[in-house]
């Protein structure tokens, strides 16, 4: 089992940047992609971005690239999402989420097991 929980969510202004958190804890020495997926009002979840156990392989969404950069820190049990230079249309709810299959590094929502509840990020115009 792998409980997550994600802080760092809040209201900010377009142009302005914010870092999510992803603490982990339980099986937490058990290889693990990561991933943060967000969902929009009235929109599927989406895929963010992805990286694997290690660190060296990450994957980013079309709109993340550039401005959105996914790390993890196994050490200390965390993840992080730095979003830079915000809009409104990156409004949502944002999801952490692992998947115990490294080498699957999948972009799908269907194959992740373990979530958290989400942390909400509002960006206003």
């Known amino acids: 089992q792998v409980h997550l929980v994600e802080s760092g969510g809040g209201l900010v202004q377009a142009g302005d940047s914010l870092r999510l958190d992803c603490t982990f804890s339980g099986r937490t020495f058990t290889a693990n992609t990561m991933a943060w997926f967000r969902q929009a009002p009235g929109k599927e979840r989406e895929l963010v971005a992805l990286i694997s156990w290690r660190g060296d392989n990450t994957d980013d969404a079309d709109f993340a690239k550039g401005r959105f950069t996914i790390s993890r820190d196994n050490s200390e049990n965390m993840g992080y999402l730095q979003m830079n230079s915000l809009s409104p249309e990156d409004t949502a709810v944002y999801y952490c989420?692992?998947?115990?299959?490294?080498?699957?590094?999948?972009?799908?929502?269907?194959?992740?097991?373990?979530w958290g509840h989400g942390t909400q990020v509002t960006v206003s115009s």
């Open positions: 989420a692992a998947d115990l299959r490294p080498w699957l590094l999948s972009k799908s929502t269907n194959d992740y097991t373990y």
